[in-house]
């Protein structure tokens, strides 16, 4: 199993620009989760998914959209990037159940100039 | 004031030494996390606990649901240990975690 995969590694974006950071896990997980990590602050839920074609909020969703149309991806999309978006992203995935962590991929180094 | 503290902020031992982290949290929970964010940024979940104490390796967690307290024991530390360790919060049927802003832990051989 590769885990949880995302791309790009990283990535430099002008201030208005729009991307799709993509996340995929082949674990079957029914959760999926978009974090952000800034300095001196811990990691923040950006968006969340319990499943295929539910989403929801997390603590600073604005600026940011997401989707699950199968199991295994999660896109996170910037709709118009902003160098308060500058940050390191990743996604993380886990089973249903009581006594599961989250598995996190590798993480999106992402600088908004 | 923020919902899961943890301390120290950072720490610095020797090889061989006893670890212990500390987490304090001012809201309920279902379960606690531990963390651990390797130098190149990669995180890896170490624990999830809702109550007592698990051990993985030289690794102990515990909580006092109580208290509201967690801590992460390292035994007989090694420099391959040398990470940021973090605390999260959640609620079962809600994937909100909130976590604590890490401990940095240093092992010098």
């Known amino acids: 199993n590769a885990g949880v995969t995302q791309t790009p590694k990283f990535q430099v974006l002008k201030t208005g620009q729009s991307m799709t950071l993509q996340c995929a896990q082949d674990?079957?997980?029914?959760?999926m989760s978009w974090y952000r990590q800034d300095p001196g602050m811990g990691l923040r839920l950006i968006h969340y998914s319990v499943g295929a074609g539910i989403t929801d909020q997390g603590e600073v969703p604005n600026g940011y959209n997401v989707s699950r149309s199968t199991t295994e991806d999660f896109p996170l999309r910037l709709l118009s990037a902003a160098p308060s978006q500058t940050s390191v992203y990743f996604c993380a995935s886990r089973s249903g159940g009581p006594d599961v962590g989250q598995y996190f991929g590798p993480g999106t180094r992402l600088t908004v100039l | 004031k923020n919902e899961v503290e943890q301390s120290p902020q950072n720490l610095t031992a020797q090889e061989g030494e006893f670890i212990t982290i500390n987490c304090s949290y001012s809201v309920g929970i279902s379960a606690l996390h531990w963390l651990q964010q390797h130098p190149g940024g990669g995180i890896v979940s170490l624990f999830m606990?809702?109550?007592g104490k698990k051990k993985h390796g030289r690794l102990i967690a515990t909580i006092n649901i109580q208290e509201k307290h967690s801590s992460l024991h390292i035994t007989a530390s090694h420099p391959r240990d040398s990470a940021v360790y973090i605390c999260?919060?959640?609620?079962?049927?809600?994937?909100?975690?909130?976590f604590g802003t890490g401990t940095r832990l240093t092992i010098i051989p």
């Open positions: 606990l809702s109550s």
């Open positions: 674990m079957n997980h029914e959760y």
């Open positions: 999260a919060l959640s609620n079962f049927g809600n994937e909100k975690l909130t």
